[in-house]
Nanobody
């Protein structure tokens, strides 16, 4: 089992920045990839970004490219999401997720472990 705990959400004005963090514990040697998803009220959970745990390759949804950066610190078992130039449409609960297997995907059901989420609110 892998446990994930997010932190760093909050309220920020449009154009501002936030840095989310996700601490992984437990059987982290099983992790192949980690990702951030978000879910706004009444909406489906949406892929934001993913990173290969050991290879470091990254993937982003088009709407955040150039604004968000996903990174990881293997020694600390941490994943981060640096969010710049935030927009009101970025408002959502952000979830950290981890998956086993051999490929990183953008599909929520492919992920095996989830954090409880952290709220990000961007005011206009």
């Amino acid at each position: 089992q892998v446990q994930l705990v997010e932190a760093g959400g909050g309220l920020v004005q449009a154009g501002g920045s936030l840095r989310l963090s996700c601490a992984a514990s437990g059987h982290t040697f099983n992790i192949y990839g980690m990702a951030w998803f978000r879910q706004a009220p009444g909406m489906e959970r949406e892929f934001v970004a993913a990173i290969e745990w050991y290879g470091g390759s990254t993937h982003y949804v088009d709407s955040v490219k150039g604004r968000f950066t996903i990174s990881r610190d293997i020694a600390k078992n941490m994943v981060y999401l640096q969010m710049n130039s935030l927009k009101p449409e970025d408002t959502a609960v952000y979830f950290c997720a981890a998956k086993r297997g051999v490929v990183v995907t953008s599909t929520a059901r492919d992920y095996d472990y989830w954090g409880q989420g952290t709220q990000v609110t961007v005011s206009s």
